[in-house]
């Protein structure tokens, strides 16, 4: 049989998250708020649910079984948070989640990639466009002790200017890959032995 449903808007972006829960994140903008919404297409009438929103310049990143969800915003100044059991915490570094990773072994570890300063834009607009392009810093980031950590710091160990983004992990999480924004390059760094 075939199930159809619809959004209560036509810009979003989707990510299934697990095999029960697709992910509708409204498209960002500096200026227009940003909502999240979960469905379960196993269900013969999926129900659209208000996970997180409201927020200018809102982007997400959820954990697979959504127990943690990493938000940014602009409001006034870009921000990084952590929605658990619907409180927002601010993240210890600031980002945006396009540049951070879940841990798959650990549930309170994220990566992340954050700018070493935001230049004065209207965010994420000005970041997806190429007006600002930033350098960064990669961290790991222990939610359950609220340690952050510097795994790595381009600029200052191998003399490139960074902007990370589409961050992954291998299966073992012995290496973080991750593109260069400024030039499409390919980087890895492994975990175990990072290099500040």
Partial sequence: SVKSFSPPSSEWSLAWVNEKSLLFTSK?????KGYLYS?????ANPLWQK??????GFTALARSDLGQILVGGNTPRPFTGVVTNGVLEELPVQTFPEKCVWSNMKKSIL???APNSFPDGAYPDSWYSGAVSFSDTVWKVDLASGIAEILFAPEISAGEKIDATSLTLDNTEHYLFF???RDDSLWSLRL???TL
């Avoid at 960002?28 to 227009?32: D, H, K, L, S, T």
């Avoid at 469905?39 to 269900?43: A, G, K, N, Q, V």
């Avoid at 996970?51 to 200018?56: A, D, E, P």
Wanted: proline share 12%.
């Fill in 39 to 43: 469905i379960d297409p196993s269900l």
């Fill in 28 to 32: 960002p903008g500096a200026v227009a």
């Fill in 111 to 113: 990566y992340c990639a």
């Fill in 192 to 194: 175990d032995k990072p």
């Fill in 179 to 181: 593109l260069n924004k």
């Fill in 51 to 56: 996970v997180w929103g409201g927020i200018t």
